[in-house]
Structures are given as structure tokens and as C-alpha cells.
């Protein structure tokens, strides 16, 4: 079997952008991949065409570990946000080719079925003014359609620091969202690298009576010994990792005992193949897995063929059922969360299982949509900010 071609669908949304690649094979098959870039959609479109001459059309969809070296190594420069991003897209549609080509879903070849159902946590559902009665109300719906767990951003657009009446309202924010979910449905507290490790270490503390599940990116992501600073004043679990792109990248904060939760991107990482080796290599460790996804229906689709395969995978991100809900359309089989259990099901047909609709993707051209998480109102994901 061999590739022949590429093809790139770019769906336009108010604050994102969804890239989705198609490979179509010698022998009549199409797989397909996405990944949802961080603010640089023409960026990854770059790279990807760029390389796909070069490594992927004439090559065979199983050589995927021939395909991450050859963009990782034979290229030279450092892998990083842009190319693990587009070897992504390529390694996701070539898995979904294997299976295809075999006759059995993606996750069969990953390690088979370890678990019948995705639990999955909601974001994307606080499209609100800052206010706790407001996102208290929303968070009751979330909880009403079935999630076990939502994370939030309370902290409106702040940096570095968090002024004292900023502190008191995101703490009124996390005391309102408890109140209306219970005590049960896990709260995760997304600080989107927004702090000094003083700031962080002071908000975790306001926060710690209400329970969260974990705070994530406390500060910027590069630096493991700020983050240690935190880590070593809260007890509260750390979540990290969806801006590394490499094993390297996130070395030593797994080693350092810095992350307590592993939230690499599958699509942002180099696809299922980098997700495997991180994952065994996260276990020997004793941690958990709970990957970042913002992606529409592939990206999802995707996560949950890995988590059905991998032991350590404690739930999967999703927005999709909060923020522009007609993505569940650009696809002719989207992954859904059960309002039984808030949970994805397990996929059963070859390959991901899903094929795009084109139709509908033509009638959401590109939008320029892309979202500034320091600029106020952000959370409302409403229009392209400039
Ligand atoms: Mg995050």
C-alpha cells in the first residue's frame, strides 16, 4: 500500500481553526487527521505541504516509525510545536489507514481493548460574564448532560499576578461551581501558565477547600524548577504538558516528580505513536495520562482509540459539545459523551471510523479564528479577537 496523495480541509470556527488531512492510498483508501493549531493555521499548513512531498506521498501508511524519523532526525532542526503538529496529522491518518486496510478499529492496533468506555471532562461550557451565578448555572447543565468533570479558567485575563478583589472573585467563582455540582463531579482549575510561582502557590491555597482535581500550567510551561516551587507548596495535583512536543520537552518534569497529571496533546506530540512511548514511559512512573484536545471530531476520534488501548489514561478533554456544536457534523460518525455516564463509547468500525463530510466543511470556510487567553472576555470564545 502506498500514499498518493494529501489533501488539507481547513474549517473555520469564531476562535479556532480545525486542519484536517486526508491520505489517499494505491489501493482506494482514504485516512484521515487533524489537528487544531494554536493561533498559526497557515503555519501548520506550511509544514505539512512542505513535508509531505518529502516523507510521506510514495511512502507505506505502517512505516510510521521510519516517517516520525525522518521529520524528527533526518530534518535536523529540533522538533517542535509546528513540525510534531504536522507529523501528527500525517502518523493519525496513517494509522487510520492500517486499520482500515486490516479491518479493525485503530485501537486494536494499539494495544486492544483495555477499557470499554472514555471518560471524558467538559470545556468550552462557561461562555459567560465572570460572574459565580452565571457559571455556577452553566456548570449544573454540564453535569446535567452527563460529565463527571469540568474545567475552568476563573481567572479572567490576568498575568503574573492576581489582584486581591481578582482572587476573591475567582475563589467566589470555584466556592459556586462546587455548590452546584456536588461534591463528587472533579473540578479541574486551568491557570493557563498565567502565574509567578508566589501568585500560583497563593491561589492554590484560596482554592483548596473546594477540592479541585488538579490546577493546571500554574506558570509558564518551560521552566521545571518553577513549576518544582509549586509543586512542593500545595498539594494539590499538578496537570502539565500540552505545550511539550517532545519526550525531551517533558523529561524532566516527569522524572522531577513536577507533574502529577501528563496532558500532552496527541496532535501537537506527533501522533499515536509518540502517545504510546509516552505512555509507557509515563507508567513506569506511576502517572497518569489526561491528553489536552481542542480538536473537532477526527482529534477526539482519535484520543479515544489511545485511551481505549492505555491503562494509564485518566479522562479526555472535550469542547465540542459546548463550543460550536455543528463540528459533530463535519464528520459522518462523531465520537459523543453518553448523558448516561459522561463517557465516549467504544468505536467499533475499521480504522477511526469516521469519514469528513465535505459538504458541511465547505460551509464553514476559514475564519481567521483564533483566541488571545490574556485579553478580557476571552472565555467567551464569541468572536475572532484581534
Ligand atoms: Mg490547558
Given at each position: 500500500m502506498k500514499i498518493l496523495e494529501a489533501r488539507i480541509t481547513i474549517v473555520g470556527a469564531p476562535w479556532r481553526e480545525l486542519v484536517f488531512l486526508e491520505l489517499t492510498t494505491d489501493t482506494g483508501l482514504t485516512g484521515v487527521g487533524e489537528v487544531r493549531m494554536v493561533n498559526k493555521t497557515d503555519t501548520l499548513v506550511a509544514c505539512i505541504e512542505e513535508l509531505a512531498p518529502r516523507y510521506v506521498i510514495g511512502s507505506d501508511p505502517f512505516d510510521v516509525e521510519r516517517l516520525a524519523w525522518n521529520v524528527q532526525r533526518a530534518e535536523y532542526g529540533r522538533p517542535g510545536e509546528v513540525t510534531q503538529s504536522a507529523l501528527a496529522a500525517f502518523d493519525i491518518a496513517c494509522w487510520d489507514l492500517m486499520g482500515q486496510s486490516l479491518g479493525v478499529p485503530v485501537w486494536k492496533l494499539l494495544g486492544g481493548r483495555f477499557r470499554d468506555r472514555v471518560p471524558a471532562y467538559a470545556n468550552g461550557w462557561y461562555q459567560a460574564e465572570r460572574e459565580p451565578a452565571a457559571i455556577s448555572r452553566l456548570a449544573k447543565e454540564v453535569v446535567k448532560r452527563g460529565y463527571r468533570?469540568?474545567?475552568?479558567?476563573?481567572?479572567?485575563?490576568?498575568?503574573?499576578?492576581?489582584?486581591?478583589?481578582?482572587?476573591?472573585?475567582?475563589?467566589?467563582?470555584?466556592?459556586?461551581?462546587?455548590?452546584?455540582?456536588?461534591?463528587?463531579?472533579?473540578?479541574?482549575?486551568?491557570?493557563?501558565?498565567?502565574?509567578?510561582?508566589?501568585?500560583?502557590?497563593?491561589?492554590?491555597a484560596v482554592l483548596k477547600p473546594y477540592d479541585p482535581e488538579w490546577i493546571e500550567e500554574p506558570v509558564p510551561p518551560e521552566n521545571a524548577a518553577a513549576l518544582a516551587r509549586v509543586r512542593n507548596a500545595t498539594r494539590i495535583p499538578i496537570a502539565?504538558?500540552?505545550?511539550?512536543?517532545?519526550?525531551?520537552?517533558?523529561?524532566?518534569?516527569?522524572?522531577?516528580?513536577?507533574?502529577?497529571?501528563?496532558?500532552?496533546?496527541?496532535?501537537?506530540?506527533?501522533?499515536?505513536?509518540?502517545?504510546?512511548?509516552?505512555?509507557?514511559?509515563?507508567?513506569?512512573?506511576?502517572?497518569?495520562?489526561?491528553?489536552?484536545?481542542?480538536?473537532?471530531?477526527?482529534?477526539?476520534?482519535?484520543?479515544?482509540?489511545?485511551?481505549?488501548?492505555?491503562?494509564?489514561?485518566?479522562?479526555?478533554?472535550?469542547?465540542?459539545?459546548?463550543?460550536?456544536?455543528?463540528?459533530?457534523?463535519?464528520v459522518d460518525h462523531a465520537p459523543r459523551v453518553s448523558a448516561e455516564d459522561g463517557c465516549f463509547g467504544l468505536p467499533e468500525r475499521p480504522g477511526l471510523g469516521i469519514r469528513l463530510n465535505h459538504d458541511v466543511c465547505r460551509a464553514h470556510p476559514r475564519t481567521g479564528g483564533r483566541i488571545n487567553l490574556f485579553e478580557a472576555g476571552w472565555e467567551k470564545r464569541g468572536v475572532s479577537q484581534s
Amino acid at each position: 500500500m502506498k500514499i498518493l496523495e494529501a489533501r488539507i480541509t481547513i474549517v473555520g470556527a469564531p476562535w479556532r481553526e480545525l486542519v484536517f488531512l486526508e491520505l489517499t492510498t494505491d489501493t482506494g483508501l482514504t485516512g484521515v487527521g487533524e489537528v487544531r493549531m494554536v493561533n498559526k493555521t497557515d503555519t501548520l499548513v506550511a509544514c505539512i505541504e512542505e513535508l509531505a512531498p518529502r516523507y510521506v506521498i510514495g511512502s507505506d501508511p505502517f512505516d510510521v516509525e521510519r516517517l516520525a524519523w525522518n521529520v524528527q532526525r533526518a530534518e535536523y532542526g529540533r522538533p517542535g510545536e509546528v513540525t510534531q503538529s504536522a507529523l501528527a496529522a500525517f502518523d493519525i491518518a496513517c494509522w487510520d489507514l492500517m486499520g482500515q486496510s486490516l479491518g479493525v478499529p485503530v485501537w486494536k492496533l494499539l494495544g486492544g481493548r483495555f477499557r470499554d468506555r472514555v471518560p471524558a471532562y467538559a470545556n468550552g461550557w462557561y461562555q459567560a460574564e465572570r460572574e459565580p451565578a452565571a457559571i455556577s448555572r452553566l456548570a449544573k447543565e454540564v453535569v446535567k448532560r452527563g460529565y463527571r468533570a469540568l474545567k475552568l479558567d476563573p481567572f479572567g485575563a490576568a498575568s503574573a499576578e492576581l489582584p486581591a478583589a481578582d482572587r476573591r472573585r475567582a475563589e467566589a467563582i470555584i466556592a459556586g461551581v462546587r455548590d452546584a455540582v456536588g461534591p463528587d463531579v472533579q473540578i479541574l482549575v486551568e491557570m493557563h501558565g498565567r502565574f509567578t510561582p508566589a501568585t500560583a502557590v497563593r491561589v492554590a491555597a484560596v482554592l483548596k477547600p473546594y477540592d479541585p482535581e488538579w490546577i493546571e500550567e500554574p506558570v509558564p510551561p518551560e521552566n521545571a524548577a518553577a513549576l518544582a516551587r509549586v509543586r512542593n507548596a500545595t498539594r494539590i495535583p499538578i496537570a502539565t504538558g500540552e505545550r511539550a512536543h517532545t519526550i525531551a520537552d517533558i523529561r524532566e518534569f516527569i522524572e522531577g516528580g513536577i507533574a502529577d497529571i501528563v496532558q500532552v496533546d496527541l496532535t501537537h506530540f506527533g501522533g499515536f505513536l509518540a502517545m504510546k512511548q509516552l505512555a509507557g514511559w509515563a507508567a513506569a512512573h506511576y502517572l497518569l495520562m489526561a491528553p489536552h484536545n481542542v480538536c473537532g471530531p477526527v482529534g477526539t476520534m482519535a484520543n479515544v482509540h489511545l485511551a481505549v488501548a492505555t491503562p494509564n489514561y485518566k479522562m479526555l478533554e472535550h469542547f465540542n459539545d459546548f463550543a460550536d456544536l455543528w463540528v459533530h457534523d463535519l464528520v459522518d460518525h462523531a465520537p459523543r459523551v453518553s448523558a448516561e455516564d459522561g463517557c465516549f463509547g467504544l468505536p467499533e468500525r475499521p480504522g477511526l471510523g469516521i469519514r469528513l463530510n465535505h459538504d458541511v466543511c465547505r460551509a464553514h470556510p476559514r475564519t481567521g479564528g483564533r483566541i488571545n487567553l490574556f485579553e478580557a472576555g476571552w472565555e467567551k470564545r464569541g468572536v475572532s479577537q484581534s
